[in-house]
T-cell receptor, first 111, second 111 residues
Framework: QQQVKQSPQSLIVQKGGISIINCAYE??????FPWYQQFPGKGPALLIA?????SEKKEGRFTISFNKSAKQFSLHIMDSQPGDSATYFC??????????FGPGTRLSVLP | DSGVTQTPKHLITATGQRVTLRCSPR?????VYWYQQSLDQGLQFLIQ???????AKGNILERFSAQQFPDLHSELNLSSLELGDSALYFC??????????FGPGTRLLVL
């Protein structure tokens, strides 16, 4: 199975700070790079995703940065809020076949 | 609410038993995916069905099987249950493969 690595494993940020989560993959053929957000007791939900034709995508406080040559993409959460406390998963893969999820990053935003 | 429903919400059973988990996808979604989430293994893809046909297979054990019915609901059958099968089982659905909408999950406890 394709390796997908996330870092850090857990992250604690103060309210208003910037949270940065990284995802590294191996397969250069991947062309869809989503981040999912999961709250305790709930199923994951798509947060934001990017295709490789752009290097950055912003939706509100959430930004994906994509580095094709490094085979990495990152999730940036600006002005982090306690409500952002959740586990974040990346799931890079071929478009429409994003079955392999990273191990997850547990984010805690302190009030 | 993602629009994906899963029943039952909780299931407690004994080793060696067989259980069936049910998933109803969002209206109009033809694809159904099954995932297993445990603390030490993260979110593991099991299998995908598209309009009744098996489309992709992940790390699904031979003791596990699934099917998608003409009305598009899906069932995941787990047999000869072992303690290690205790986990959260998620179903997700998608219309185009780009965004997977996850259900609330079924928490299985094998005693």
């Amino acid at each position: 199975q394709q390796q997908v690595k996330q870092s850090p494993q857990s992250l604690i940020v103060q309210k208003g700070g910037i949270s940065i989560i990284n995802c590294a993959y191996e397969n250069t053929a991947f062309d869809y790079f989503p981040w999912y957000q999961q709250f305790p007791g709930k199923g994951p939900a798509l947060l934001i995703a990017i295709r490789p034709d752009v290097s950055e995508k912003k939706e509100g406080r959430f930004t994906i940065s994509f580095n094709k040559s490094a085979k990495q993409f990152s999730l940036h959460i600006m002005d982090s809020q306690p409500g952002d406390s959740a586990t974040y998963f990346c799931a890079p893969g071929p478009y429409g076949q994003n079955f392999v999820f990273g191990p997850g990053t547990r984010l805690s935003v302190l009030p | 609410d993602s629009g994906v429903t899963q029943t039952p919400k909780h299931l407690i059973t004994a080793t060696g038993q067989r259980v069936t988990l049910r998933c109803s996808p969002r209206s109009g979604d033809l694809s159904v995916y099954w995932y297993q989430q445990s603390l030490d293994q993260g979110l593991q893809f099991l299998i995908q069905y598209y309009n009744g046909e098996e489309r992709a297979k992940g790390n699904i054990l031979e003791r596990f099987s699934a099917q998608q019915f003409p009305d598009l609901h899906s069932e995941l059958n787990l047999s000869s249950l072992e303690l290690g099968d205790s986990a959260l089982y998620f179903c997700a659905s998608s219309v185009d493969g780009e965004t997977q909408y996850f259900g609330p999950g079924t928490r299985l406890l094998v005693l």
